[in-house]
């Protein structure tokens, strides 16, 4: 342990990590028994670039140094798990996944169906929980950030301007995915429009300007501060008022999506 406290390990700058291209499609997951929201977020981290070029390298830690977690870290597993999926030509069976899902999260229980969403942000956690645990051992720098991080955070901005003096006040919210309304919406774009949408604040819901130090009308909005580098995007699909709690219609998406008019003003 003490020989790791006093290393002058460096977090890998994900700028090194290459978008590498499969020349197959990476194989085939085995259901275990109510594990399709598993199988299904397992999948989609397998074709992140980045992400998938880490691990093939042994360095989803981001750091050359051994994992002292003994077959409990949540990296180690993501990573042994996801290089398999890469290697492998036959149908691999996420065993150690699935045997370790309270290291993920306790609220999960195994052979019990879960949200794939919700079991998508506990692996972000736990990997990036894991990582900066490695990371301070390795003693490098406070504040040193993770793949995870690298890859998948972004920031929101919410903003409430003042429509008497324009006085402007902004929140900031760090964010690993999107979780967009999709019940009135034909397309992602839609999707988006509506999210970043401006809400009026008027009548019984003004509200109160630091400024002007009284109830005002105002402008409500949310927008992207920071894009991530992989954003992830999840459609709601929960009707409480559908005869089958679902919202089961297509949703159109294009290849390439340009999120400037989602985005605020960096300065801002």
Known sequence: MGSMANSTAKV???????????????????NMGNTCFLNSVLQCLAYVPPLADACLRKQLHGINEQCPGLGKCCCCLTEAQLRNQLHASSTVYPRD??????????????????????????????VERDAKRLLARAGC??????????????????????????????????????SLDILRAASLHD???????????????????D??????????????????????VHLKRFDPLSTYG????????????RLGEYCSDPEG
């Open 97 to 126: 996944i699935v045997g370790n899902l309270h290291l993920f999260s306790k609220m999960f229980q195994r052979g019990r169906q879960e949200d794939s969403h919700e079991f998508l942000l506990a692996v972000l956690d736990a």
């Open 191 to 209: 999707s988006l429009a509506q999210f970043t949408a401006v809400e009026v604040l008027d009548g019984a819901n003004k509200y109160k300007c």
């Open 141 to 178: 720098a406070k504040g040193a950030r993770t793949l995870i991080e690298e890859l998948f955070c972004g920031r929101l901005r919410s903003q409430v301007r003042c429509q008497e003096c324009g006085h402007c006040s902004n929140t900031y919210e760090q964010v690993t995915s999107l």
């Open 12 to 30: 890998m700058p994900v700028t090194q990590l290459k978008p590498i291209v499969l020349l197959q499609a990476a194989t085939g997951l085995g």
């Open 211 to 232: 400024r002007c130090a009284r109830l005002v009308r105002a402008h409500k909005a949310v927008a992207l501060h920071h894009e991530p580098n992989v954003l992830v």
């Open 246 to 257: 679902k919202v089961g219609r297509h949703v159109a998406f294009e290849h390439s999506l």
